[in-house]
């Protein structure tokens, strides 16, 4: 998963450039493959707004580096309102998110791919899934 390859035959890349960070724009975060290179499972599953539940997984991974950091900031440094310290968690945290971002948002791509599309040892001789919405 963290290598963002297709969850069927993890193999081909999801995106068309591994590095989210090489252009700040919004449209190069989201360039994919519209199918997989190497076992041509389509990645937008033919649904309209497919991809409005990748919000939802974004959500929880902002959480989970919220939560790691104030811990590690707890066992650190510790947490006051004396001396603002947890002020200062606050800034970092915020910058780290925001550094993050480009990258966590490919990666709530990928997880909520990974929910639907079932890895496949035998997707060269299968086709490849369709969501089924019935």
């Known amino acids: 998963m963290m290598t963002m390859k297709c969850p069927r035959c993890r193999r081909g890349n999801m995106y068309k450039d591994s590095n989210p960070f090489r252009k700040l724009k919004l449209s190069h975060i989201f360039n994919m493959h519209e199918h997989c290179p190497e076992c041509d499972q389509r990645f937008d599953m033919y649904e309209p707004g ?19 950091t104030f811990v590690a900031w707890l066992v650190l440094i510790g947490v006051s309102f ?11 945290n915020t910058f780290l998110l925001i550094v993050l971002q ?29 969501l089924h919405t019935d």
């Not at 909520?112 to 490849?128: A, I, Q």
């Open 50 to 68: 497919f991809w409005y539940g990748t919000g939802y997984v974004s959500y929880a991974l902002a959480v989970a580096v919220s939560a790691t």
């Open 82 to 92: 004396r001396d603002n310290r947890v002020f200062y968690w606050l800034g970092v």
């Open 102 to 130: 480009p990258w966590m948002m490919r990666l709530s791509r990928v997880i909520y791919l990974y929910f639907f599309v079932k890895y496949d040892p035998n997707y060269k001789v299968n086709s490849p899934q369709k």
